[in-house]
């Protein structure tokens, strides 16, 4: 069993930045993939970035060029750095974690990008 703990969250004004953190209880080295999901309110949850354990990353259209997702093995967090905010990202933020052949949530941290 993993437990994930997401921080970081917050409100923010546009053109502004967020860290948000992904601290998991179990070291995130034999991790098969670590992302980033976000659900808006009325909205599907929809990935935001992908971290391969093989360090291939990916990262949604609507965010690429202003969130960049990394990891501290040390520390067993992964984080997400977030610039250039939008209101349009405003979401609960959540990390998924896969450990095959299983998989865990965190319970999300709130972004409010707002004037």
């Known amino acids: 069993q993993v437990q994930l703990v997401e921080s970081g969250g917050g409100l923010v004004q546009p053109g502004g930045s967020l860290r948000s953190s992904c601290a998991a209880s179990?070291?995130?080295?034999?991790?098969?993939?670590m992302v980033w999901y976000r659900q808006a309110p009325w909205k599907q949850r929809e990935l935001v970035a992908h971290m391969h354990s093989a360090g291939r990353i990916n990262y949604a259209n609507s965010v690429r060029g202003r969130f960049t997702i990394s990891r501290d093995n040390a520390k067993n967090t992964v984080y997400l750095q977030m610039n250039s905010l939008k209101p349009e990202d405003t979401a609960v933020y959540y990390c998924w974690v896969v450990v095959s052949p299983s998989d865990y949530w965190g319970r999300g941290t709130q972004v409010t990008v707002s004037s």
């Open positions: 179990a070291s995130i080295s034999v991790f098969n993939a």
